[in-house]
């Protein structure tokens, strides 16, 4: 399931390496680990996603390639999983972050000491810029709590993605073993 999965939604590693503008990167993107399905490499690749989808800004897929590529992890994976920011889960993810970090430093978790941002969808640009002016308003315990959750989602993705690859293959194995008639 796992492999079978993630081949429909991602591109074929031949086309991938076949294109110009990965063409031109050489023999950096051209390790089979960054584009093959095995356990470990998709596990690293979910983790990798995970943190680096709470990079702040658009610079969240780049840092996932920057981590992707020299620990040789899935990329189109790690590229994909930072998808679960979006417009809608951000804020809530950011003070889910600040809760943590306070929670770390042990401050009060409860209050936010400035209040809460609110997205204006007919001025785009103004948006951005209050919410990078809200998120400099909350300071050091969006920070560690940053950190803290990106690493949090990424072991339990990581763990998740091996638990659930193992279970997989446990389960088709002891199904491919009832329909050959063995013994369990």
Do not use: C
């Not at 000491?113 to 609110?118: D, G, L, N, Q, R």
């Amino acid at each position: 399931m796992p492999r079978k999965f993630f081949r429909k939604y991602l591109p074929d590693a031949a086309a991938v390496r076949a294109n110009k503008f990965v063409a031109m990167f050489g023999s950096l993107l051209q390790h089979p680990n960054l584009w093959h399905l095995n356990r470990d490499s998709v596990a690293g690749a979910v983790a990798i996603g995970l943190f680096s989808g709470l990079v702040p800004g658009p610079l969240q897929m780049l840092t996932a390639a920057l981590l992707a590529v020299p620990l040789r992890r899935n990329l189109p994976v790690a590229l994909l999983t930072t998808f679960y920011t979006n417009p809608f889960t951000i804020v809530p993810l950011y003070v889910l972050a600040y809760g943590y970090g306070s929670l770390l430093l042990g401050g009060n978790a409860g209050a936010l000491p400035v209040e809460p941002f609110a997205m204006n969808w007919s001025d785009w640009g103004g948006s951005l810029r209050g919410l990078a002016a809200w998120t400099l308003e909350l300071g050091k315990p969006l920070l560690v709590g940053l950190i803290a959750l990106a690493l949090t989602l990424a072991a339990a993705g990581y763990a998740a993605v091996q638990v659930a690859w193992r279970a997989y293959v446990v389960l088709a194995w002891r199904a491919r073993k009832r329909r050959r008639g063995e013994k369990t």
